[in-house]
């Protein structure tokens, strides 16, 4: 070997007196005066090498992230580091060859660094150096190995799918390339493979896979970026329980192959459930705070306060009535931060001998406190916040108290606990005020349920999907639905969106034909890759887990994309 006989993570005590060939990157230099040591490292890990001030006398220069090979001797290590595998031995070198010298790195080339996100974003190429991301990295490859072998046995196929495609309407903005040969015309990069995997169902292919990338023109964050990586399925002749059943199972089977996790059995409840119960359509269940609407069944006149509020809801925290009043107005405090005041939130301390105390007395008496508890099926022991406001305020707030609440209680620290669900018969469409019409809440090419199709044309607001959200602690890891296979249902539903017939088949007509040659039942759904893993490895930033991300503002700030075209090449693609 030229470069190395063995790498810098291999090597142990059953090799002591191996003579050895390493190469790697310069990690740490300790001087000790008459005995130098230097750490070097490289894709597998790091070792300690031993050198005598004679034999480095000539490479003086040497500093961290220099490249270099070394001939040596695997010898017992008097200081043992057990927290490495190479941690009980080192190399006494006899021989050092610079192999290429590095300026000083911007930041600490270390597990913890000193780098912030900008600088290790412009230098992605070292900051793959650290464990962390490289591990990330090596994670992403495992886990796309165990997706296609799971899928390949289960009977799906993979098949890639079209990158340059036609621009359609709904969703979110495209990105577009412009044809040369083409003069005026453009291409889109699709924001999924929605109608491929379509037309490959009507085209009798029964299951199908595909480990896609996907583009969309929005604004990026931390769990999101305008290039991103999907799980893509579909399915022949299903419905929903059927695919819920099998990802179930496919999601199962990843996190106890990755992170040898059995999860529990994932709950599932309606869209509908969701917004009433947690405020949201992505509830985190690792914490049991339920929101409750109490205004149906509460009569006002009895509560003289109340008669001047409009909405009154309580989150009922369980277990945690020996709260002392620090912790309690500690969490209040925490709540002024979603700036509800004061004055607007009343607590209830439910006691296991079912005896309670209370503030704000005046507001209540012991027997309506009694109507409350026993109406939200409280149970001894529970903790109660009252809040009174308008409507559409707390509506707004109610998931960030939920989660205020959540932080004070310290019940999201341990990240190896993982609480999925499924959020079923999300809302078919939604109204945009923007535009004052309906548009699609997922796509337009889900399926209504059967028995609300009689709603379309007064009530379409009120029609639910055949939809499907996964939801793991708090993130929608991924979605789906049925899709409309009937021609003259998927007509009616173009026409709902505001499409008038021309544009109906200028944008969709090979669709519109294809489900006249038969089209099968069929559904599916898809999976953010990026999501999935942050989610597996607790982390809220999906850019640790790509190669190359793009930060806030869309930009590779390493490569400095996007730029701009030189003259000559505008013209050549008539811009």
């Not at 005066?33 to 480095?56: E, T, V």
């Not at 192999?99 to 597990?111: H, R, T």
């Not at 006002?300 to 009922?316: A, H, L, R």
Request: hydrophobic residues 40%; glycine residues 6%.
């Amino acid at each position: 070997m030229l470069y190395r006989t063995h790498n810098c993570g291999e090597l142990c005590k059953k090799d002591i007196g191996k003579k050895v060939v390493l190469s790697g990157w310069i990690q740490k230099i300790r001087n000790l005066g008459s005995l130098i040591f230097i750490d070097i490292r490289d894709y597998f890990g790091i070792i300690q090498l031993i050198f005598s001030k004679n034999l480095i006398q000539n490479h003086f220069n040497l500093g961290k992230e220099f490249l270099i090979k070394v001939n040596g001797k695997v010898v017992k290590k008097k200081s043992k580091n057990y927290n490495i595998s190479t941690g009980e031995i080192e190399i006494l070198v006899s021989k050092l060859e610079i192999l290429n010298p590095s300026i000083s790195p911007p930041f600490i080339i270390e597990d913890k660094t000193d780098g912030d996100e900008e600088s290790r974003m412009k230098y992605r190429y070292l900051d793959i150096r650290r464990n962390p991301i490289k591990n990330n990295l090596i994670l992403r490859h495992k886990i796309s190995i165990e997706i296609r072998n799971f899928l390949s046995k289960n009977g799906f196929i993979e098949i890639e799918t079209p990158l340059l495609i036609n621009h359609t309407p709904e969703g979110a903005r495209s990105f577009v390339v412009p044809s040369r040969i083409h003069s005026g015309k453009f291409y889109s990069l699709p924001q999924s493979p929605q109608l491929f995997k379509q037309l490959l169902m009507i085209g009798g292919i029964d299951k199908y896979f595909q480990i896609v990338k996907c583009f969309r023109d929005e604004d990026s964050r931390s769990d999101r970026q305008i290039e991103f990586t999907q799980i893509d399925c579909e399915m022949s002749f299903v419905e929903v329980n059927e695919i819920l059943i099998f990802f179930e199972y496919f999601i199962k089977y990843i996190f106890k192959k990755i992170k040898n996790i059995q999860l529990e059995p994932f709950t599932c409840i309606t869209y509908s459930d969701a917004m009433t119960k947690y405020g949201t359509e992505t509830p985190d269940l690792r914490f049991v705070i339920k929101i409750l609407d109490i205004n149906n069944f509460i009569p006002k006149n009895e509560f003289e306060y109340f008669q001047k509020k409009k909405f009154i809801i309580v989150i009922n925290v369980l277990k945690c009535s020996h709260y002392t009043y620090d912790q309690i107005y500690s969490i209040i405090k925490s709540i002024k931060k979603s700036k509800i005041e004061d004055k607007e939130i009343f607590w209830v301390k439910f006691f296991p001998d079912k005896t309670f105390i209370y503030s704000k007395k005046k507001l209540f008496t012991r027997e309506n406190l009694v109507k409350i508890i026993k109406n939200i099926n409280s149970n001894p022991g529970d903790l109660l916040f009252i809040f009174f406001s308008k409507k559409i305020q707390t509506k707004i707030k109610i998931n960030k108290l939920r989660i205020d609440i959540s932080n004070c209680l310290n019940v999201l620290k341990n990240y190896q606990i993982f609480k999925p669900l499924w959020i079923i018969d999300l809302p078919l469409l939604e109204w945009n005020e923007k535009f004052q019409r309906y548009r699609s809440f997922h796509h337009p090419f889900t399926s209504p349920k059967k028995e609300d199709i009689h709603l379309l044309e007064k009530f379409p607001g009120d029609i639910r999907s055949k939809s499907y959200d996964l939801i793991i602690n708090g993130v929608e890891i991924g979605g789906g639905s049925i899709r409309i296979h009937d021609k003259k249902i998927q007509n009616l539903i173009f026409k709902h969106l505001g499409l008038s017939i021309k544009e109906i088949k200028s944008e969709f007509g090979f669709l519109i034909k294809a489900l006249e040659y038969g089209a099968p039942p069929h559904g599916g759904i898809a999976f953010g890759l990026d999501r999935l893993l942050s989610v597996l490895e607790g982390k809220g930033n999906i850019k640790d887990f790509i190669a190359f991300p793009k930060n806030n503002s869309g930009k590779d700030i390493m490569v400095n994309s996007p730029s701009f075209l030189k003259e000559k090449k505008l013209k050549e693609l008539n811009i």
